[in-house]
């Protein structure tokens, strides 16, 4: 099986792909969070962990590379928007919630097959993401579908489904101009 390795700049690609340009690796670290201050709600190194373990279970098994990506891409789509990381906040708090009413243990302390029952029992792998519906509803859009944006908008996402480059990333038009089978 083929492994694709996510890195910051997939990260950064992705950003600019979400219309955040202007960004580079070095200052989009977790830390980079809590310097905001004023109204912006701060995501905890818990929210992190609780964000790399929904991804792991999200994502690909053939993806490696998950923190970095994912710090990157949360810091940088988030540190302009306080309202979507008060959303993100909120949302990681519901499925902490929800793993410990109905499995005894937070999310980070179940193992992989019993995270991604949490996800399925929820529902959040079939309702429709809305930032104004009920908590599952934001869950699917405040977690799992920037997760998901935020892999599919990268090259190696791209890769994944076979996309040599997706949109957003340089060089499509060679691509797709290009006879199959020739590099």
């Known amino acids: 099986m083929?492994?694709?390795e996510l890195t910051r700049r997939?990260?950064?690609?992705?950003?600019?792909?979400a219309g955040i340009a202007g960004l580079s690796a070095t200052n989009l670290t977790w830390g980079a969070l809590d310097d905001e201050g004023g109204d912006q709600v701060p995501l905890t190194d818990h929210h992190r962990d609780l964000l790399e373990a929904v991804a792991a279970v999200?994502?690909?098994s053939a993806v490696s590379g998950i923190p970095a990506f994912v710090e990157t891409y949360v810091v940088g789509r988030?540190?302009?928007d306080p309202e979507r990381l008060r959303g993100m906040a909120d949302?990681?708090?519901?499925?902490d919630g929800y793993a410990q009413r109905w499995h005894d243990d937070p999310f980070l302390e179940l193992g992989p097959e019993q995270r991604e029952?949490?996800?399925?029992?929820?529902?959040?792998?079939?309702v429709d993401p809305d930032p104004e519906g009920g908590d599952v509803f934001q869950f699917r859009f405040?977690?799992?579908n920037e997760l998901l944006y935020a892999l599919y908008s990268s090259p190696t996402g791209g890769e994944l489904l076979g996309l040599e480059n997706?949109?957003?990333y340089p060089g499509g038009t060679d691509s797709y101009q290009r006879p199959p089978g020739r590099e």
């Open 2 to 4: 083929t492994e694709y």
């Open 78 to 80: 988030h540190s302009e």
């Open 58 to 60: 999200v994502f690909p």
């Open 117 to 126: 029952t949490v996800l399925t029992s929820m529902g959040a792998d079939v």
């Open 10 to 17: 997939d990260a950064i690609v992705a950003l600019s792909t």
């Open 166 to 168: 997706p949109q957003g």
């Open 91 to 95: 949302s990681l708090a519901y499925l």
């Open 142 to 144: 405040y977690v799992i």
